[in-house]
C-alpha cells in the first residue's frame, strides 16, 4: 500500500494566544523549521522573534532559535490594504469599515526582510510583499477599492508562494528569477539573493532536524538545502496556514467587537459622571465600574479618544454587513505594481486585460 496523503484534522483552538494548529499541522510546521508557538497576531510573533534574537546574542540560541531571529512577523492577509498610506495601528485612517488592526492580524515568522535596498531578497518575506503588491496591481489603481473576495482570494493563493520558498529550494530559485525578470531583483544582485536563500535554507532545515522532524523527500542533495516537503504535504501545510488566516482574522474582529462594546459602556459611564443629577454615590459607584472595566480581564488596550471612537465606529460599521472573520473590501495601497510573482496573470493583464485571478 502507498503511504497516506499528509491529513489536516479539524482543529479544536483553545483560548488565550493558542496557535490551534492540530498535530498534524504541527508536524508539517516542524518540518519547515518553524513552531507553531511562534505562530499568532503580529504582536506575539514579533514578541517571539525578538526572544530568539536575543537568546542568539546571548550565545544560548538553539537552531530553531536562530531561524526566527532571521525572520520578520509576515502578515498573511495584506497590511497595506486594510490601513492608510503611513498609517500602520492607526485605526482612524482603516478605509471602511474599518475594523482592522496590524497588531491582532494572524501572522507567522518570515525569514529576511520584507524590503531590500537596491533588489536582493531570498527571503519569504520579502517575496511575499512583491506578491502582496503584484496582487495589489491586479485588483486595480491605488486608492481603488480592493474587493474583499479578491483580498481573501490572493491571500490564500499565495500560500503556495509562501510554502514553495520554506520548503523547496528549486521553486525559491524559480521564483526569484521571475523577480529578477521583473527588475525588482537587479542582475547584480541576483547570486546575492540566491546564497541568501541558500543560507535561509539551511537553517531551516538544521531547526527542522532539530524539532524531530527532517526533510521526508529522500537523500539530501550533494550540493545546497534538501526539500523538506513532498507536494502532498505542502498542500497539506497550505490548508493548516489557511485555517490559520480564517482563525486569525475571526479572532481580530471578535477581540475588536468586545473591545468597542467596552468602550460604549464607559462612554455611558462617562456621560454618566457629567450629569449633575447624578449623585455622589452614584458617582463612586460608576468610577469603580468604569476602573473594572478598564482593568479586565482583558484589559482595555491604550488609545487616544480619537482612537477609541473610530473604533466604536468601525464596530458600528462593520456589524451592518459583516461577522467576525469576512473579508471585508479594502484599499488599492500605494506601492501596487507588478513585481513578477506572477507572471501567468500579468502578461495577460499586459495585453489588454486585467484579471483578478
Known amino acids: 500500500m502507498g503511504a497516506k496523503p499528509a491529513q489536516t484534522p479539524k482543529v479544536i483552538t483553545k483560548a488565550g494566544g493558542d496557535h490551534g494548529f492540530s498535530k498534524a499541522c504541527v508536524k508539517l510546521l516542524n518540518k519547515v523549521g518553524m513552531k507553531p508557538e511562534d505562530c499568532g497576531t503580529y504582536k506575539h510573533c514579533n514578541k517571539q522573534i525578538k526572544a530568539a534574537k536575543k537568546k542568539v546574542k546571548d550565545g544560548d540560541a538553539s537552531a530553531a532559535d536562530k531561524q526566527l531571529a532571521e525572520c520578520q512577523a509576515g502578515h498573511l492577509v495584506q497590511n497595506g490594504c486594510y490601513q492608510g498610506k503611513g498609517s500602520r495601528g492607526s485605526i482612524c485612517n482603516n478605509p471602511p469599515p474599518g475594523l482592522y488592526d496590524d497588531k491582532l492580524a494572524p501572522c507567522i515568522p518570515l525569514a529576511g526582510p520584507a524590503q531590500f535596498k537596491g533588489g536582493g531578497g531570498g527571503g519569504e518575506h520579502h517575496l511575499d510583499s512583491r506578491d502582496e503588491e503584484t496582487c495589489a496591481a491586479m485588483a486595480g489603481k491605488k486608492g481603488d477599492t480592493y474587493k474583499g473576495s479578491d483580498i481573501k482570494k490572493h491571500s490564500m493563493s499565495r500560500l503556495g508562494i509562501i510554502t514553495d520558498n520554506l520548503s523547496d529550494p528549486k521553486k525559491t530559485t524559480g ?18 539573493a540566491q546564497r541568501r536563500a541558500a543560507a535561509f535554507a539551511e537553517k531551516r532545515e538544521k531547526a527542522a532536524k532539530e524539532l524531530g522532524a527532517g526533510p521526508s523527500t529522500g537523500k539530501k542533495p550533494k550540493q545546497g538545502p534538501s526539500k523538506l516537503l513532498t507536494e502532498k504535504e505542502k498542500k497539506a501545510l497550505i490548508k493548516c496556514l489557511e485555517n490559520f488566516i480564517k482563525r486569525g482574522m475571526k479572532k481580530m474582529h471578535k477581540q475588536l467587537i468586545d473591545e468597542a462594546k467596552t468602550r460604549d459602556k464607559i462612554a455611558d459611564i462617562d456621560k ?16 469603580a465600574q468604569k476602573k473594572a472595566l478598564e482593568k479586565g480581564p482583558p484589559p482595555l488596550p491604550k488609545r487616544s479618544k480619537e482612537e477609541a471612537e473610530c473604533l466604536r465606529n468601525a464596530r458600528k460599521a462593520f456589524e451592518k454587513k459583516h461577522k467576525p472573520g469576512d473579508f ?10 507588478d513585481r513578477g510573482t506572477r507572471p501567468d496573470k500579468t502578461q495577460k493583464k499586459a495585453k489588454g486585460k486585467r484579471e483578478t485571478e
Do not use: F, S, W, Y
Open 272 to 287: 454618566k459622571l457629567k450629569d449633575p443629577k447624578t449623585t455622589p454615590a452614584q458617582k463612586k459607584k460608576l468610577r
Open 328 to 337: 471585508p473590501d479594502g484599499r488599492v495601497p500605494n506601492n501596487a505594481a
Open 175 to 192: 521564483h526569484l528569477e521571475n523577480l529578477n525578470k521583473a527588475g525588482v531583483i537587479k542582475n547584480g544582485k541576483m547570486k546575492q
